[in-house]
């Protein structure tokens, strides 16, 4: 038998780490947190510059289609990418051009490729890996750009007003279906020209047996992070 205290060992509670901590959900006031999602395959984003070096001096993009984000076009050009490890072909370029090139791919592609790209919200390309473009003019070696897109929600002022969001929040979002999965840290991108919705690469949607067009629920609010 113990006869005191100090016969028992205690285990000092370390401090607590915020950055370690789970986030802290505001629950969302709205009846209405259903979203779409649109899966994003392999894709490039690319500039004006990159684009001549690659088709050819004075070089356009050429609609094949549009995408449901307005103003935003699947263009009928591809390229080839080349990796440490290995080449996909046929990635086809999204429009319109932007100021840098990004390529973003899935984790599965960049196994195949030889590489381990970053998770990082579009456009936060510096110290990502780089890859080189093939296309039918020329090549170009990108010293950075490639990147698995951090999954994100576009969303109008309407919808978020609604949810009381702004642009460059982050929010919860649950998978109600096969796989019951919670997608934490999701970037909400608000402006007048979207549309909501959100999307994941196909690694997510597989892993969360998600299909194009399926309605996925907005938890709430991350508060910390």
Known sequence: MFENDSDFFFLEKPPVNLEDAPPHVEPLESSNTDVKVRISGRHIHISQKDLELLYGPGYNLTKYRDLAQPGQYAAKETLTVVGPKGVIEGIRILG??????????????????????????????????????????????????????????????????????KNGDRVQVLVD????????????????????EMHVDTDEANAAVIEDG???TIIGKILVS
Do not use: C, W
């Open 96 to 165: 319109p051009i932007r100021d840098k090139t990004q390529v973003e791919i899935s984790g599965t592609d960049g196994y195949r490729l030889g590489m381990e790209p970053p998770v990082r919200d579009s456009g936060n390309i510096a110290g990502t890996p780089g890859i080189v473009l093939v296309g039918p003019y020329g090549a170009v070696t990108l010293k950075e750009g490639v990147i698995l897109a951090a999954t994100h929600i576009h969303m109008s002022p309407d919808d978020a007003a609604k949810l009381k969001l």
């Open 177 to 196: 279906g096969e796989r019951d999965i919670i997608f934490t840290e999701v970037l909400v991108r608000v402006d007048r020209s979207f549309i909501t």
């Open 214 to 216: 399926d309605y996925v």
